[in-house]
């Protein structure tokens, strides 16, 4: 058991949470292979040059986390009172998320599945 009254549990609890600018993405419809070689791009980049490779990048990926940064960015603006100019990317990451499993009919009447992976998308900013 826990010792303290539940609101002093609660007020430590807030007192070590994480105050960055961030956007999370649940339930993208992208695998988190094809989601991180974007993600990689970017990570530790300024906010407009992350935005140039974003737009510029032919990847479906890319599309799905512009949007998530230009969040982060409206986020960190509006919520923290931040220069969108000091912004750069500390922390992006895909986590696996669920798996739709569908089934593939192929010869002599056998199936094959099929599995449509979807990922959890996080983006976290901070200022320089």
Known sequence: MAKGHRSQIKRE???????RPSAKL???RVSVQKAC?????IRGK???TALGILT??????????KKLLESAIANA????????EN???AECYANKGPTMKRIRPRAQGRAFRIEKRMSHITVVL???
Do not use: H
């Not at 603006?77 to 969108?84: D, F, K, R």
């Open 56 to 65: 510029y990048n032919p990847r479906y990926a890319s599309s799905i986390i």
């Open 13 to 19: 609890r807030n007192a070590q949470k994480d105050t």
């Open 37 to 41: 070689f974007v993600l990689d791009a």
């Open 46 to 48: 300024d906010v407009n």
């Open 87 to 89: 912004l750069y990317v």
């Open 126 to 128: 901070d200022e320089r």
């Open 77 to 84: 603006e509006n919520n923290n009172g931040m220069n969108a």
């Open 26 to 28: 649940s339930y993208a």
